[in-house]
């Protein structure tokens, strides 16, 4: 056995074939002193959702001007963590073997795009699950990635501090296990709330009245007194509604919310099979887009907002963002 390999960091990704090892996630910072703020950096961020789990990875460059990114690669795999968590409370067996193959598929990657840093936050999911630990410590041992469980606030500012707002803007990030809103106000935050709400959980039959109308107060509450709020959503389920709704219906990055409950009324009527067949969708999205339209159209329509900005950015573009910063600071 090579001594050499048995002595790689926990943290590290070695190619076995070049003898080249990643640096590790949590030691954003110390990178950051030794980059050379001259040369492109290969950057990757992974998202390990309640629905799916993803990798970006992208070219970033420092030029006068400020960072300049170019996507290189983007990998969205539905391993549904979710639908086990959310029902037993644990991440079966099953997978847990799952997330493993995942994740030394992105290995591969990160390695073949030359990758010179990563980090990898996992959600709601894994939040919940009362084995999230042994899961953690599961996928270290089979793949030498570490993975960061954040929590739903840190998870809203990531997201947040990516797109920057102008005037008062709700942001709305919906995914598999839970919804989160921030509340900007000229660029100040004023509020932000997490609720355990999101698709994988409405597809089990697990929201009550009781959570539907904990949610409503606290949206009314939150944006009582609050003009002219727009919603910035993110997430991949409102970026692929925004592409579905016809061109004639929507402005740049821009949907109405006539033209989203419009196609929420036809994507609802259909079965999940007839939304696959005419709308081009996979099984793991024809599901849960119709949960995903239910809930920014109920936010909408408490904030009176009538359009819903989607810049098609997410939680992988954000980590990838806060990384550059801090290599590039």
Known sequence: ?????????????????????????????????????????????IDIGSNAARILIKRVEKLDDGLHSQKLQFLRIPIRLGMDVFSKGMISDKREKMLVRTMKIFRQLMILYNVDDYRICATSAFRDAGNSKKILRYVKNHTKLAIDIISGTEEARIIRDNYPSQGNALYMDVGGGSTELSLVC?????????????TIRLLNEQITPDHWNEMITEVQKMTENVKDIHIIGSGGNINKLYKLVP??????????????????????????????????????????????????????GITQSKSITVPNVGLTDGIINEMAKAMFK
Do not use: H
């Open 186 to 198: 000229d660029g100040e935050l004023t509020d932000m709330r997490s609720f355990d709400i999101g």
């Open 247 to 300: 061109k004639r219906a929507k402005k740049k990055n821009e949907i109405t919310l006539e033209a989203l409950t419009r196609l929420y009324t036809q994507l609802s009527s259909l079965t999940i099979e007839e939304r696959m067949i005419q709308y081009e969708l996979s099984d793991s999205r024809a599901d849960v887009i119709v949960p995903a339209a239910q809930l920014f159209i109920m936010v909408a």
């Open 1 to 45: 056995m090579d001594k050499d390999k048995d002595n790689v960091p926990a943290g590290a990704i070695e190619d076995s074939d070049t003898q080249q090892a990643m640096p590790s996630a949590v030691d954003i910072s110390d990178n950051a002193q030794t980059a050379n703020k001259l040369q492109p950096v290969n950057l990757a961020a």
